[in-house]
């Protein structure tokens, strides 16, 4: 069994996965999520990005001191790369855009698990450019 934690995202989304496989957890508030990070240590994390805004980096870094083998995803409505690129600097192992969430939850939760990004190509190209430090 998966277990996710959800920060900031609703509940409808418990819908969408199978509940054999995944075990969800749902925050609205970051404070009770980062306890809950470090008692439970799920496996992913999937973190609207509106919770912490400007600071979701930082928030990115708390979590993974409070449990080191969690994988964050970032969840938004259509971050600038540049955001991007600064949450997966900072920690997180995937982007995807909020409006296209409940299509692709079950699939993501299950590849970040397995160690691998979810991102973009086009994303991954910049990252290897930051890098090989180029300027993105």
């Known amino acids: 069994m ?24 749902f925050f609205d508030d970051d404070v009770q999520a980062l306890n809950a990070t470090e008692q439970v240590q799920p496996s992913v994390i999937l973190l609207n990005f509106c919770i912490r805004q400007a ?15 969690t994988k964050v995803v970032i969840i938004a409505n259509k971050l600038s790369d540049d955001e991007i690129l600064a949450c997966l600097i900072a920690g997180a192992k995937g ?19 397995a160690g691998e990004a979810w991102v973009t190509r086009r994303v991954v190209a910049k990252l290897l ?7 993105y």
Do not use: P
């Open 2 to 25: 998966i277990n996710v934690q959800a920060i900031g995202i609703t509940k409808q989304l418990s819908q969408v996965f199978n509940q054999e496989e995944v075990n969800i957890s």
């Open 55 to 69: 600071e979701t980096c930082d928030y990115i870094s708390l979590l993974l001191k409070a449990s080191a083998d």
């Open 95 to 113: 982007y995807q855009d909020l409006n296209q969430l409940n299509h692709y939850a079950e699939k993501m939760v299950k590849v970040i698990d």
């Open 129 to 135: 450019d930051v890098l090989l430090g180029n300027s």
